[in-house]
């Protein structure tokens, strides 16, 4: 809806709230006319003027409480931020959450739940799945995990009454461990009903207040929420100086580079940074077309494109120099703090806004494919790696017929682990991974390969 008022011209929201738009050339606005949603034909008492909305993108689908199954939060009428989204890559199922309400949906026209995790409505700040297809969640104020397979959710209380953001380690067919960033007691982990804490005395890690985590293909935990800190398990390397951000905020991986946001703080600028293994670059609104300095979210889709969310709006990007930039302006974007974000296994952009508006852009991961027809596996398959016996490389080779996250272990004979040679998101297709053992003394070995389906182990044979 539309409204004019002394030469002002006024939008109203979906949650009924007016916003300023424009001023008119002449103050005498007798009239505005909406024609096909996105043209205007404003009528004043000297003649009429013409406003084209700038660039409305088609792609963007916008849900709300007026067309979704989304709710308010809470007994008062307000929506609540969509503070989490995440797609399990095996189901291709969305979750979000919407105050201490979560939500999940195959898509907008098949809403399979909105429950409540915790019996009082906290803040739901993060949401995963595991690879025996729980659902795990985390709360701001809620001392507890809560979790949901097949029945009810439970909660599994740990000793920090803030939670950020969580993290799935799968470690067998039927076990794995949860890793739980606190905003207080900093890195926690689960493993069945055991909780452990990972101090600065014991560890090493300076950040109490994790805002983000991310694990590497060595089983590393990249850690922001002060600067960036990497935890192997047992020690700790931290890279205060070099990035020279002291509010990280979020994190995401291409490939072997990292790419933090950063809020900005004191001295520092903000922004994002890339990180690859060697060199920190930091980009932010004075050296590039970043719409805001206080990022909120990175996602890296799976032909390597970049979404980084912010306050001020939404940048895309192959290169950092060539950023398109969404907007509520110019765009079909709810909002333009952008509070969560994830891509789904058709290529589709799942945006959640603090305003508590959904947005969907799509078509993200398109990839063409001429004159070659794909033919995906039927199957899930590890091979025998090859060749074997070996010395010091050998391949080792697996089929995957879904999307899917892979963790590729290798194993000594006394079953301990002594490598880790895969544990990312795959997308459904053929793979031969390289193993070298230069390192490693002659004898039997063991790889495994975990899935949410899948778990298979084989012997190999390094000879010297």
């Given at each position: 809806?539309?409204?004019?008022?002394?030469?002002?011209?006024?939008?109203?929201?979906?949650?009924?709230?007016?916003?300023?738009?424009?001023?008119?050339?002449?103050?005498?606005?007798?009239?505005?006319?909406?024609?096909?949603?996105?043209?205007?034909?404003?009528?004043?008492?000297?003649?009429?003027?013409?406003?084209?909305?700038?660039?409305?993108?088609?792609?963007?689908?916008?849900?709300?409480?007026?067309?979704?199954?989304?709710?308010?939060?809470?007994?008062?009428?307000?929506?609540?931020?969509?503070?989490?989204?995440?797609?399990?890559?095996?189901?291709?199922?969305?979750?979000l959450s919407v105050g201490g309400q979560i939500y999940k949906f195959s898509n907008l026209n098949n809403h399979i739940f909105s429950e409540r995790p915790?019996?009082?409505?906290?803040?739901?700040?993060?949401?995963?799945?595991?690879?025996?297809?729980?659902?795990?969640?985390?709360?701001?104020?809620?001392?507890?995990?809560?979790?949901?397979?097949?029945?009810?959710?439970?909660?599994?209380?740990?000793?920090?009454?803030?939670?950020?953001?969580?993290?799935?380690?799968?470690?067998?067919?039927?076990?794995?461990?949860?890793?739980?960033?606190?905003?207080?007691?900093?890195?926690?982990?689960?493993?069945?009903?055991?909780?452990?804490?990972?101090?600065?005395?014991?560890?090493?890690?300076?950040?109490?207040?994790?805002?983000?985590?991310?694990?590497?293909?060595?089983?590393?935990?990249?850690?922001?929420?002060?600067?960036?800190?990497?935890?192997?398990?047992?020690?700790?390397?931290?890279?205060?100086?070099?990035?020279?951000?002291?509010?990280?905020?979020?994190?995401?991986?291409?490939?072997?580079?990292?790419?933090?946001?950063?809020?900005?703080?004191?001295?520092?600028?903000?922004?994002?940074?890339?990180?690859?293994?060697?060199?920190?670059?930091?980009?932010?609104?004075?050296?590039?077309?970043?719409?805001?300095?206080?990022?909120?979210?990175?996602?890296?889709?799976?032909?390597?494109?970049?979404?980084?969310?912010?306050?001020?709006?939404?940048?895309?990007?192959?290169?950092?120099?060539?950023?398109?930039?969404?907007?509520?302006?110019?765009?079909?974007?709810?909002?333009?703090?952008?509070?969560?974000?994830?891509?789904?296994?058709?290529?589709?952009?799942?945006?959640?806004?603090?305003?508590?508006?959904?947005?969907?852009?799509?078509?993200?991961?398109?990839?063409?494919?001429?004159?070659?027809?794909?033919?995906?596996?039927?199957?899930?398959?590890?091979?025998?790696?090859?060749?074997?016996?070996?010395?010091?490389?050998?391949?080792?080779?697996?089929?995957?017929?879904?999307?899917?996250?892979?963790?590729?272990?290798?194993?000594?004979?006394?079953?301990?682990?002594?490598?880790?040679?895969?544990?990312s998101n795959f997308i459904a297709g053929q793979y031969n991974l390289d193993f070298n053992a230069s390192t490693l003394s002659s004898g039997v070995y063991?790889?495994?390969?975990?899935?949410?389906?899948?778990?298979?182990?084989?012997?190999?044979?390094?000879?010297?």
């Amino acid at each position: 809806m539309w409204a004019a008022c002394y030469g002002q011209l006024w939008k109203r929201t979906a949650f009924g709230n007016w916003e300023y738009q424009y001023t008119a050339p002449n103050l005498s606005v007798s009239r505005v006319l909406v024609i096909n949603n996105d043209f205007l034909a404003v009528g004043c008492y000297d003649g009429f003027f013409t406003i084209e909305q700038p660039g409305i993108l088609a792609e963007f689908v916008e849900y709300d409480i007026t067309n979704s199954p989304l709710e308010y939060w809470g007994s008062e009428e307000i929506p609540g931020i969509i503070r989490s989204v995440f797609v399990d890559r095996e189901s291709n199922d969305k979750y979000l959450s919407v105050g201490g309400q979560i939500y999940k949906f195959s898509n907008l026209n098949n809403h399979i739940f909105s429950e409540r995790p915790f019996d009082q409505n906290y803040s739901i700040a993060d949401i995963i799945t595991d690879h025996l297809g729980r659902v795990w969640v985390c709360a701001d104020r809620a001392n507890a995990v809560s979790v949901k397979g097949d029945g009810s959710w439970t909660q599994q209380s740990n000793p920090d009454d803030n939670n950020n953001c969580l993290l799935w380690e799968p470690t067998s067919e039927v076990s794995g461990i949860l890793w739980v960033g606190g905003e207080v007691t900093g890195l926690k982990s689960i493993d069945d009903t055991v909780w452990s804490s990972y101090s600065y005395n014991d560890h090493g890690i300076e950040t109490s207040n994790i805002a983000d985590m991310l694990m590497d293909d060595s089983g590393n935990i990249w850690i922001v929420g002060w600067h960036l800190e990497n935890f192997n398990g047992n020690n700790t390397v931290g890279y205060l100086n070099e990035i020279n951000q002291l509010m990280t905020n979020c994190i995401a991986r291409e490939g072997n580079t990292l790419w933090i946001g950063s809020l900005p703080y004191s001295n520092a600028l903000g922004g994002i940074t890339k990180f690859d293994g060697t060199n920190f670059t930091n980009y932010h609104s004075g050296n590039s077309d970043l719409p805001g300095n206080s990022v909120t979210k990175i996602v890296v889709s799976g032909n390597g494109r970049k979404y980084v969310g912010t306050t001020e709006g939404l940048a895309v990007f192959d290169d950092v120099n060539a950023m398109t930039i969404y907007t509520r302006e110019n765009s079909g974007l709810p909002d333009n703090n952008i509070s969560a974000m994830d891509i789904d296994n058709d290529g589709n952009l799942w945006i959640g806004t603090e305003s508590g508006g959904l947005a969907i852009l799509g078509d993200v991961n398109i990839t063409a494919v001429e004159e070659e027809e794909i033919i995906l596996p039927t199957n899930y398959i590890l091979e025998q790696n090859y060749p074997n016996p070996f010395n010091p490389s050998t391949k080792i080779s697996f089929s995957l017929p879904n999307n899917t996250h892979v963790k590729l272990n290798i194993y000594n004979s006394l079953g301990q682990i002594v490598r880790t040679v895969a544990n990312s998101n795959f997308i459904a297709g053929q793979y031969n991974l390289d193993f070298n053992a230069s390192t490693l003394s002659s004898g039997v070995y063991f790889y495994q390969i975990i899935t949410k389906h899948f778990v298979v182990t084989k012997k190999m044979l390094l000879i010297k």
